[in-house]
């Protein structure tokens, strides 16, 4: 209770969205571990955490800026400061990571769809049945 008279209320916003994105981040992360082509595919929802690391990021950002708390102009630091910034920058890994996860997917997805759109022709052109692999 203390801390809510003492910062704004947005504060806590910004938290909870960190947290809750945080949670099914690593919920999903852990369950899409083991690198097969059907975890790979899911790069929507790669892209989408992506974008929503980002607007923690950016969030976080114009609030810790905004402020001015943790300005360091003036020579001194108030405390809490380097847990945020150290919190935006795993925001700005986990985004970076998301996205680059994404880009492979998509990457992934379009070879799989390429080699399947492949054996298809390959299999009209021959009158065989393609093989489901």
Do not use: N
Not at 5 to 14: E, K, M, S, Y
Not at 82 to 107: C, D, H, K, N
Request: proline share 2%.
């Amino acid at each position: 209770m203390h801390y809510s008279t003492q910062h704004p209320l947005a504060v806590f916003g910004i938290l909870i969205y960190a947290i809750v994105i945080a949670a099914i981040s690593l919920v999903l992360a852990l369950i899409w571990i083991v690198p097969t082509t059907g975890s790979i595919i899911h790069w929507g929802v790669d892209f989408f955490f992506a974008l929503a690391w980002l607007l923690v990021f950016v969030v976080m950002l114009m609030h810790w800026q905004g402020d001015g708390t943790c300005d360091s102009q003036d020579g001194r630091w108030v405390t809490g400061c380097s847990e945020w910034a150290a919190a935006e920058g795993m925001t700005f890994i986990s985004m970076g990571l998301w996205a680059v996860s994404a880009v492979v997917g998509m990457l992934v997805w379009m070879h799989v769809r390429k080699e399947k759109r492949g054996a298809g022709v390959v299999a009209a052109e021959t009158g065989e049945t393609p093989v489901a692999g």
